[in-house]
């Protein structure tokens, strides 16, 4: 296991600090685990899903929510987040219902063309829709 010079002192096997320099040492089967790396994992793991929008939340998240997240990452282009978002809205909708219903029954899919200068923001927003519904 982690136990250094025979003294009975275990250590985290993360990190390296002994049982005494630590407030909990948690055992595994074979390693130990402090507190202070317990923190840091879950803040890493915090950071990592504070992105993926869709995985954190129940049901389908309303445009609101989308152009709201939306908002964080992009300035200005109001009236084609709002497009976005509710495009967003009634495709994971569409995704549940055909998940959740009759295959039988078929519902229409919408397209969106992002058409504009360049620098205007198009590839941004795309970029900044694939990361929070990831």
Known sequence: ?????????LYCSF???????????????T????DECVELCMDIIKEENKDSF???Q?????????CKVLDDYVIGQT???????????????????????????ELSKSNILLVGPTGCGKTLLAQTLARIID
């Open 31 to 34: 390693v130990f685990i402090c």
């Open 1 to 9: 296991m982690s136990e250094k010079n025979n003294k009975n002192i």
């Open 54 to 56: 869709v995985n954190n």
């Open 79 to 105: 009236y084609a987040k709002e497009v976005l978002s509710v495009a967003v809205h009634n495709h994971y909708k569409r995704l549940n219902y055909e998940t959740k219903s009759n295959k039988d029954v």
């Open 58 to 66: 129940e049901g389908v998240p309303t445009p609101q929510e989308i």
């Open 15 to 29: 990190c390296g600090k002994s049982q005494h320099e630590v407030r909990k040492l948690i055992a595994g089967p």
